[in-house]
């Protein structure tokens, strides 16, 4: 058992490889240390990522349990290690200001994705894992694993020579940051790829994933300034609100419920991977996947596409998968478009 303890509230780490043979001695164990103890707030097991697939299985299935509402438990919660990584991370920087400390958050996760990806030890373990595991442990190799499997590597069959990962990624033409949060190079013995990396960590369901002028919008669906489409966009720029374009510019906001729909895929090409982007000087600033870190997923461009039409057109506004704002003291300079996230 592990203790943590951070502004006079302590975290409590329980270690297992089995979910099934030890929980219930632990929570036996919790519930003691709940009445002797008052500074407890939290009590984890914890498991490494490495768990067999049933194994995992369990532990979503005693997570769901925790967390339900038919269930009386006294532990907190059953993370992986990088799970837990993540609440740590977030426990520690969750009295500094809300921008800086998503900065922080998501400068934390390029980093983990970047480590995990140069790791030798996961490299050694796809190119030969019946007998790496023998003496090779990593906690990060089924992330490791399900990232080269999304870029049709096989594990095993294409031997990996070397792996470069990094969250260096030069700015845009305005000095703006690109979509691209890491860029990885894996060259196999049969050859060369590289994947551009948009990583999502965050645990709210809609997040910001665009600001910027609405000229760079029309310029990535290929729209001339007088096209109709164009200036009601314009016009949501001046007035940044469904609600205010409806009072001012009512056939605005008619020809957007029409049409803008019609570009829900190009929509989500600029928005969420950067492509058609007048600002992108490098293709390295052109997303080719997508992960997300809270409830951990791997998209290519294409599936997630089609996948996010599917989910959220109907959830957005104007018929897009999308909700249309503007940034705070930005009313009539830009646009911001918040879209929907897997959790």
Do not use: C
């Amino acid at each position: 058992m592990i203790s943590i303890n951070y502004d006079n509230e302590e975290w409590l780490i329980k270690s297992t490889n089995s979910i099934r043979e030890r929980i219930y001695g632990t929570e036996f164990f919790a519930q003691n240390i709940r009445l002797i103890d008052e500074k407890v707030k939290n009590i984890y097991v914890v498991v490494p990522d490495s768990i067999s697939s049933a194994e995992m299985k369990k532990k979503r299935n005693y997570s769901v349990k925790i967390n339900g509402t038919t269930y009386t438990s006294f532990l907190t919660d059953v993370l992986t290690v990088n799970e837990l990584r993540q609440k740590i991370v977030e426990k520690a920087s969750q009295n500094i200001a809300q921008g800086l400390r998503a900065n922080v958050l998501g400068n934390d996760a390029e980093t983990s994705i970047v480590n995990l990806l140069n790791d030798l030890k996961n490299k050694a373990l796809w190119n030969d894992y019946q007998n790496a595991q023998q003496t090779i442990k990593s906690s990060t190799y089924k992330i490791y694993k399900e990232i080269l499997e999304k870029i049709d590597l096989k594990e095993g069959f294409d031997k990996i020579l070397e792996v470069t990962a990094t969250n260096d990624i030069p700015l845009l033409s305005n000095r703006g940051k690109p979509k691209t949060d890491v860029s990885v190079t894996i060259k196999t013995n049969t050859k060369e790829l590289i994947r551009n990396i948009s990583i999502k960590n965050t645990r709210e369901k809609t997040v910001t994933i665009h600001e910027g002028s609405v000229s760079d919008l029309i310029s990535a669906l290929k729209l001339s300034e007088s096209d109709p489409l164009s200036q009601a966009l314009i016009h949501f720029e001046k007035v940044g609100s469904k609600k205010k374009l409806i009072a001012e510019h009512p056939n605005s906001d008619k020809i957007l419920e029409e049409n803008l729909k019609l570009y829900n895929r190009e929509l989500i090409e600029f928005f969420i991977f950067g492509l058609h982007s007048p600002l992108v000087n490098d293709k390295i600033q052109m997303v080719d996947l997508i992960i997300f870190t809270n409830k951990f997923a791997v998209w290519n461009r294409d599936d997630y596409i089609k996948h996010y039409i599917e989910e959220y057109s109907g959830k957005g506004q104007f018929g897009t998968p999308f909700k249309w704002t503007y940034p705070s003291k930005k009313r009539g300079q830009k646009i911001q478009i918040k879209g929907f996230s897997n959790n």
